[in-house]
């Protein structure tokens, strides 16, 4: 079984609009583009402003312990409800976490972690 890795990194503008027109150019001419899967920020400062301790706790417990909703992974944290709900909406907003209709109660919403790894990837 295949791993599911998310490569997390920063780039700056200018790179991320040269590899978007490099795979403009690919697709325009017919070639085939292999999926990748990463989220990229322009610099290590706004990467650590997003993925702060707290959050990236967040997305630890939400694999190792697949709570059910929102306030169930709240509770398990520890945290105020309205906080952690604000932390998973940035995170799915960049693709990190995906938050689907509860199956458990009416209104719930189900929080997952859809990578098993996440990959940072800083150049020096």
């Known amino acids: 079984m295949k791993v599911k890795r ?5 780039r700056s ?6 590899e978007f027109g490099a795979t403009l150019k690919a697709v325009q001419s017919g070639k085939t583009i292999p999926k ?3 989220v990229y920020f322009i610099s290590v400062e706004a990467m650590r402003q997003v993925l702060t301790p707290s959050r990236l706790t ?3 417990c939400i694999r ?4 059910r909703s929102i306030a169930a992974l709240a509770k398990l944290i520890r945290r105020d409800f ?18 689907e209709p509860g199956a458990h109660l009416r209104d719930s919403v189900t929080p997952t972690v859809p990578y098993e790894r996440i990959q940072f990837e800083i150049a020096v």
Do not use: C, I, S
Not at 64 to 67: A, G, K, M
Not at 84 to 99: F, I, P, R
């Open 82 to 99: 309205k906080n952690v709900h604000a932390d998973l909406k940035l995170l799915a907003d960049l693709g990190l976490v995906q938050l």
């Open 36 to 38: 990748r899967t990463g």
């Open 6 to 10: 998310l490569k997390v990194g920063v």
């Open 58 to 60: 967040l997305l630890h």
């Open 13 to 18: 503008l200018e790179e991320g609009l040269q």
């Open 64 to 67: 190792t312990r697949r709570p």
